[in-house]
């Protein structure tokens, strides 16, 4: 449980640091520049667990790169162009719904306790997003997609990592953060994007968020390997929390009501999870 809270507060301060440089940056250099800073935080773990990694874990980690990429990206352009307090949130949800059916449909079986944790955690992530509604009232669909996407590809990444077992190490995971740096690149190089950030600050800021966020899938694969891959995710999916509570503090971002309801049932979920 506390890898998984671990992992929470990384990638919340991950993707606050990450969509407020790209304010100021490319996307797509910050994108880069993070992962790329993520799989060098990974490596010295990856090689002190080395082991043969099967062909099947193989695919299972460059999906997650995959997902990694996008996910990356796109919360990115959400953060920089839309309010931390929707689109971090919205991210969330959808990224814990994908690996809790994946979950399900493998068999795991959910206590009564434990289910009400995830129903909560999912609740707690909508409001806090606002329900997806701006301050005039308005539901803006591109932040709304945007948020809804990159949680899509979050999910892909929980879920696929979650396939892969505890006696592969932690090599997957080196071979999913490369995965991802690599496809970011292309898909940069392709749309004649230049993929490294143009100032030493947005650099440092790039390279601050992609640390945190390979400690973060660090933290989160070692949760799914130890435990359960739905109590890994829920609690993992929590990290707006942090991205929301940074907003407020440093972007003067203020909270409604029902954010504020939504923070209090984070905290309930994670206290349900724990009894479940």
């Known amino acids: 449980m506390l890898w998984a809270l671990g992992a929470a507060v990384a990638y919340g301060a991950s993707d606050f640091i990450g969509g407020v440089t790209s304010r100021v940056e490319k996307v797509w250099a910050v994108a880069a520049t993070g992962q790329a800073a993520a799989t060098a935080a990974t490596l010295p773990f990856v090689v002190a667990t080395w082991t043969v990694t099967p062909a099947a874990d193989v695919g299972w980690a460059v999906l997650a790169g995959i997902g990694a990429g996008a996910g990356n990206v796109l919360i990115y352009h959400g953060l920089a162009t839309g309010r931390v307090m929707t689109v971090a949130p919205l991210a969330a949800v959808a990224s814990t719904t994908l690996p809790v059916m ?39 669909r591109k932040v709304v997609a ?37 496809l970011i690149i292309a898909i940069a190089r392709a749309c004649r994007v230049h993929p490294v950030p143009r100032r030493g600050r947005t650099a440092l800021a790039a390279i601050s968020a992609g640390l945190f966020a390979g400690i973060a899938t660090l933290l989160f694969q070692v949760s799914a390997q130890a435990g359960s891959l739905t ?24 909270a409604t009501g029902v954010q504020t309801i939504g923070l209090a049932l984070a905290a309930a979920s994670i206290l349900l999870v724990r009894l479940g």
């Open 231 to 254: 109590v890994a995710v829920v609690l993992t999916s929590l990290y707006p929390a942090v991205t929301v509570t940074l907003g407020a503090a440093l972007l003067r971002e203020r």
């Open 146 to 182: 945007i948020g809804l996407l990159a949680g899509a590809g979050f999910g892909t990444q929980f879920a696929a990592l979650g396939q892969i077992p505890a006696g592969s190490g932690l090599a997957p995971l080196g071979i999913s953060q490369l995965a991802s740096v690599v």
């Open 102 to 140: 994946t979950d399900i449909i493998g068999g795991r079986q959910l206590s009564h306790t434990l289910a009400a944790g995830v129903a909560v955690a999912l609740a707690a992530g909508w409001l806090v997003s606002g329900g997806g509604a701006r301050a005039n009232g308005r539901s803006d």
